[in-house]
């Protein structure tokens, strides 16, 4: 899975995009919490905390390694009802969206990068595309942390698939917040183990272009 500092420059991009303006109609605090949220009941990012669920359930996802997300089937199940009703969707349940979106996309790179390779998913392949993943995205953090405010705590405890524990999100948010203070000062290249620089420069475009386009869908799917 990407990495939460990769994660938090894909969610900068869409902030920042003037065509989206989503400050109009999402939260962005709330959004940026939902798009590192699947990560946190996983168990590996943030400690302690109330509760663990499996990385399937919480991605939508098969276990194999490197495993790939479905994005289709968390819109079907939680944004479609939403938006079909005519109602805007909190911004934490887009972002989780946006979020599985991001890790399929890398993902299925990955597995047919490694594939020209020569190499299979294993254990070892996986490690050294997580680390591949930091290093990248130590690389391109942007400065942007969470403010823990009341409608972050709010929509996070109705998030529809599960709800977040006001401690775990506060968790969470304290966890984000020290990975982007420490990674946005770090402009070097990273020192890859298995991708390469032309890799990211690609994937990443691909994956912005890939957000862009789902948020149009969202903006276009809210009636006013």
Sequence with gaps: MPSWNLHAYHTKNLLDNQELSLHEYLDPEAFKLGNIAPDIYVGYMVNPI??????EDTHCSDTQEIPVPDPDRFWDTYIEPVVKEGKVPDA??????LHLITDKNYNDATRSYIKTLGLHPCRDVRIRKQADFAAFGKSVCPDMEIKPTDEVF???????????????????????????REDSHHVSQGD?????????????????????????????????
Aim: charged content about 25%; hydrophobic content about 45%.
């Design 50 to 55: 109330s509760k663990t669920l499996p990385y």
């Design 92 to 97: 934490v349940l887009v972002g989780v969206w």
């Design 154 to 180: 709010t929509e996070a405890k109705r998030f529809a698939q599960y709800p977040i524990e006001k401690e775990d999100a506060q968790r969470a948010i304290d966890v984000f917040n020290s990975i982007v």
């Design 192 to 224: 890859y183990q298995l991708l390469s620089q032309e890799w990211f420069d690609q994937v990443s475009s691909d994956v912005d272009a890939e957000l862009l386009a789902a948020m149009k869908r969202v903006k276009q799917n809210i009636r006013h």
